[in-house]
């Protein structure tokens, strides 16, 4: 338990969480550009939540010793595999509803006003799709179920570290 503790003070954890993060932006971009499946409003939320594990990594790889930089990243990571969770199980739920007026799918993203990423880069994050579409599937499973065990493994991975942390009483 206490080797699970120390891998939050050192780079090559948080890197393989930012390459992971990272590779999972690039599969995105590669079904969107490559494949023609366009994002909804939902993916947009997934794809930023994904983002901000990539940033939990980056944040954590600066300087693991530090405890500043890993409690944000901790925070960062914690907040978006659970966000990135919930909304891709929120995105299954439209999916799978038969009454097409018991969920509205929103056309554009609701970022905070000061920071319009789907006008600033809408190649990225605009949303193009329709939500209760089901466009893709691999073993019987849609994008958004396989995000949702994504952000489950994510969030899994991460309450472990934290419960190993504390149980060895490190400092986050």
């Known amino acids: 338990m206490n080797w699970l503790a120390e891998l939050a003070t050192k780079r090559t954890p948080w890197l393989l969480l930012a390459v992971i993060s990272l590779a999972f932006e690039i599969t995105a971009l590669f079904f969107q550009y490559n494949m023609g499946l366009e994002p909804c409003i939902m993916c947009i939320y997934q794809r930023t939540a994904v983002l901000g594990l990539l940033a939990a990594g980056v944040i954590g790889a600066i300087n693991p010793q530090v405890m500043v930089c890993r409690v944000v990243a901790f925070v960062s990571w914690g907040i978006s595999a659970i966000w ?79 419960i190993s942390r504390l149980v060895c009483k490190k400092s986050l």
């Not at 509205?104 to 949303?127: D, Y």
Request: proline letters at 8%; aromatic letters at 20%; glycine letters at 4%.
């Open 84 to 162: 990135g969770y919930f909304i891709a199980k929120e995105h299954i739920a439209m999916q799978n509803n038969t009454d097409p007026f018991a969920f509205s799918c929103a056309f554009e993203p609701n970022f905070p006003s000061f920071m319009p990423l789907h006008e600033w880069i809408p190649s990225f994050f605009a949303a193009t799709g329709d939500c209760g579409n089901i466009d893709w599937q691999f073993a019987s499973l849609s994008m958004p179920a396989w995000m949702e065990v994504i952000f489950a493994a994510f969030s899994v991975v991460f309450l472990v570290v934290i």
